[in-house]
């Protein structure tokens, strides 16, 4: 299973990308391709299906992008597909919102999503989000702000406790290294 993968984007096509890791090329498909840049690196928060006839990975550009996919595979009558589809027509704060006030509209409003998998995503969901920030937001994440935000989970600590201890830090213009310092400093803090 994968968590993310971090490599150069070599190609991008109407539903996927391919990322270029150490010389293997992922076929990765994401909810917008044009979202990425050819020849940038990124790092790619992945989700892997395996199904009787098929194997795809799923790839989305923020760990909160990938948290809601997840989300809305676990309801009945969502797959990966569909998700993925609901992902690319919206922004995840305003899904989440929708999910939350029992917006059956807004739902409906994406490609085949009808008021039955509307309400059903309403019943699995609501009340799941709360409590959870999300880092989402105006800001730019810098390379060295994603770098820190890897770091702390290769130490051990939580995806979510790294971002929630980095956005308390993030406007701030630090390096990959002061980053991580403050980062630790604010968790050792909250302990």
Do not use: C, H, W
Request: hydrophobic share 40%; aromatic share 10%.
């Amino acid at each position: 299973m994968y968590s993310y993968i971090k490599g150069t984007i070599v190609a991008l096509y109407s539903d996927s990308i391919v990322l270029d890791n150490q010389g293997i090329g992922y076929l990765v498909y994401v909810s917008n391709p044009y979202q990425f840049e050819k020849n940038k690196e990124y790092t790619v928060y992945i989700f892997q299906s395996i199904t009787e006839n098929d194997m795809r990975l799923y790839g989305f550009k923020t760990s909160e992008q990938k948290d809601l996919f997840l989300m809305l595979i676990k309801v009945k009558g969502i797959g990966p597909k569909s998700a993925i589809a609901i992902i690319a027509a919206g922004e995840t704060k305003d899904i989440i919102q929708a999910i939350e006030d029992s917006n059956v509209k807004f739902l409906r409003s994406f490609p085949g999503i009808g008021p039955k998998a509307a309400s059903q995503i309403i019943l699995d969901l609501k009340g799941k989000f709360n409590g959870v920030e999300r880092l989402e937001s105006s800001f730019s994440i810098s390379p060295s702000y994603q770098e820190a935000v890897e770091v702390l989970i290769a130490l051990g600590y939580k995806e979510l406790e790294a971002e929630k201890a980095m956005k308390q830090i993030s406007e701030e213009n630090l390096d990959t290294n002061g980053y991580v310092k403050k980062a630790l400093a604010l968790m050792t803090l909250n302990k």
